[in-house]
């Protein structure tokens, strides 16, 4: 399998970005090497558009998904799109968070192909199967598990077994060194296209970080700050739906906040207050009851000091006071 011709770029953090990468695979032979993971960081944005565009042949495709654009990002975007542009790239956009208009005016505008913005009731991998025809039952069955675990659907049996094992598995690659997590999640791509769903790797994995994981959220919940509608935990690297369910329950607060305290990013999730505008003055971006944003690591001192938590939460203040 695999055509030089093809890139796909997607969401690093869960099923459903890992997901759209492998039907995009079986559907144009994309190649393992050929495919990107974006967190939604400055430098993980950069490492990709640098890559793409060095090995990008002329007339070749590209492929985004599971992915909006945060306001911040809009030039950089554009810069890339142009560049693959005048080499005769088409640029096929797949994605069903919000987008802002202007987003949609500058980015959107650019591509051949593009359907984002707010895909009520649709994940990625359900836009992904749709547009390249995909009715094979490995399509069918990841697009299963990515819809359920996107929109946190109840399940049971191999279903939920499958999205607590790729929950925990892609979560914790997302915190190993670049090159180690661009291994370990071109290799979840390629065992879904085996029909490996999830594979023994995946479920070996999931197990290890899952003791992890419960022991540092237990670390978390033993200092939680509270102000207002939001409650907030800091944490080594955990996964951030579990982080922010622990929060709810405990504090009784209708917004959620996870901060990872080694690579900075904010997760924020509620059952029914709006997010993204808080996250789009943030610089950030998501769901309306699932977003985020991303901050300067070195400005917070990874949050050992009590000064320091204080000085996020302050501006976590002026995020919410300014939304519009």
């Known amino acids: 399998m695999g055509s030089k011709q093809t890139f796909a770029i997607v969401h690093a953090n869960d099923i459903d970005g890992i997901g759209s990468a492998a039907l995009i695979r079986k559907a144009l032979g994309t190649p393992l090497e050929n495919i990107f993971f974006n967190n939604y960081t400055s430098s993980s944005l950069d490492y990709i558009v640098k890559s793409v565009l060095q090995l990008a042949e002329p007339k070749c495709t590209i492929v985004v998904a599971d992915l909006s654009v945060n306001d ?59 547009e390249f025809n995909l009715n094979d039952s490995i399509s069918a069955r990841i697009r299963e598990i990515a819809h359920t675990s996107d929109f946190k659907l109840r399940c049971s049996g191999s279903i939920k077994s499958a999205v607590d ?110 997010l993204v505008p808080i996250a789009s003055a943030a610089g950030g971006g998501g769901h309306p009851y699932a977003a985020g944003f991303s901050v300067d690591i070195k400005k917070y001192g990874s949050f050992k000091k009590e000064s320091q938590k204080e000085l996020f939460i302050k501006k976590l203040k002026s995020y919410f006071a300014s939304a519009p």
């Open 72 to 130: 911040s990002q809009i030039e950089r975007y554009i810069q890339f799109l142009r560049v693959a542009k005048a080499k005769g790239c088409k640029a096929i956009w797949l994605d069903h968070h919000p987008w802002s208009t202007s987003a949609i005016e500058k980015v959107a505008n650019m591509c051949d192909v593009a359907i984002v913005g707010e895909n009520k009731g649709n994940c990625a991998v359900d836009i992904v199967k749709k």
């Open 165 to 274: 094992a790729y929950g925990l598995a892609i979560a914790y690659y997302n915190m190993l060194p670049q090159h180690t997590m661009y291994s370990k999640l071109r290799s979840v791509v390629s065992s879904i296209c085996n029909g490996r769903i999830p594979g023994k790797e995946v479920i070996s994995d999931a197990k290890y970080f899952k003791k992890m994981n419960a022991a540092r959220i237990r670390k978390m919940l033993s200092d939680i700050r509270t102000f207002g509608v939001f409650a907030v935990g800091f944490s080594e690297p955990v996964v951030a739906n579990d982080a922010c369910d622990a929060i709810l329950k405990k504090s009784g607060k209708p917004v959620a906040v996870f901060v990872n305290t080694e690579t900075g990013k904010v997760h924020m999730r509620s059952a029914s207050i709006d």
